[in-house]
């Protein structure tokens, strides 16, 4: 069974805090995704890696850094958190082969509220 | 820039009456289009995606979605929904690229009234 998982399900942090939130995927996949997801704002791309080592921001980066030294492993960085960014935030990893048909599998999400 | 609409923010029926929430998706492309659902209190799954082919899909739980090119469109539907299928669903677009990212919709929040 293909496996996304979270480190944490629920954190509480404080303003200003540096804060990890750790993804590993068991897929062997090359990309992954880090999206966060509010009410009535369904879910934004925050940063991705289509390999190790490497990253691509997507549509909300500001305020957030990524690193992947591993490839089943990507990390999200708050480097500094605020209260606006409590949210839910999902990882997700998919294969880009298969002609591109493929679908993203997604972590249980990690709960963060910023205090 | 990829972007996905979905029609409805909300949406309240009764148990046993049909189904559709709206999916518009804007993309310079091929795609690939998919359906997710998040139930209460638990992780984003797959309910259904269109690759090629068969533009009618069909997915887990009795559900369906209708891509139909001209319209951009990729409607979710079930002809009976059940008190179980209070969920949050989020229409979502892919180029095909196998790195294109995945775009989601905002959702749409169902509750199934016993």
């Known amino acids: 069974d293909v496996k996304v998982t979270q480190s944490s399900r629920y954190l509480v942090k404080r303003t200003g805090e540096k804060v990890f939130l750790e993804c590993v995927q068991d897929?062997?996949?090359?990309?992954m995704f880090w999206y966060r997801q509010d009410p009535g704002l369904g879910l934004r791309l925050i940063y991705f890696?289509?390999?190790?080592?490497?990253?691509e921001k997507g549509d909300i980066p500001e305020g957030y850094s990524v690193s992947r030294e591993k490839k089943e492993r990507f990390s999200l960085i708050l480097e500094s958190a605020s209260t606006n960014q409590t949210s839910m935030y999902l990882c997700?990893?998919?294969?880009?082969?298969?002609?591109?048909?493929?679908?993203?599998?997604f972590g249980q999400g990690t709960r963060l509220t910023v205090v | 820039a990829q972007s996905v609409s979905q029609h409805n923010h909300h949406v309240i029926l009764s148990e046993a009456a049909s189904l559709e929430l709206g999916c518009n998706y804007s993309?310079?492309?091929?795609?690939?289009l998919f359906w997710y659902v998040q139930y209460p209190g638990q992780h984003l799954q797959l309910l259904l995606k269109?690759?090629?082919?068969?533009?009618l899909v069909k997915g887990i739980k009795g559900f369906e979605a209708e891509f139909i090119k001209s319209k951009f469109s990729f409607n979710l539907r079930k002809p009976s929904v059940q008190w179980s299928d209070t969920a949050e669903y989020f229409c979502?677009?892919?180029?095909?690229?196998?790195?294109?990212?995945?775009?989601f919709g905002k959702g749409t929040m169902l509750l199934v009234s016993p």
């Open positions: 897929m062997d996949h090359e990309n």
């Open positions: 997700a990893s998919s294969s880009p082969f298969d002609g591109g048909n493929t679908e993203a599998f």
């Open positions: 979502a677009v892919k180029g095909y690229s196998g790195y294109s990212t995945l775009t």
């Open positions: 890696s289509y390999d190790v080592k490497m990253k």
């Open positions: 269109y690759f090629s082919g068969d533009p």
């Open positions: 993309y310079g492309g091929t795609v690939n």
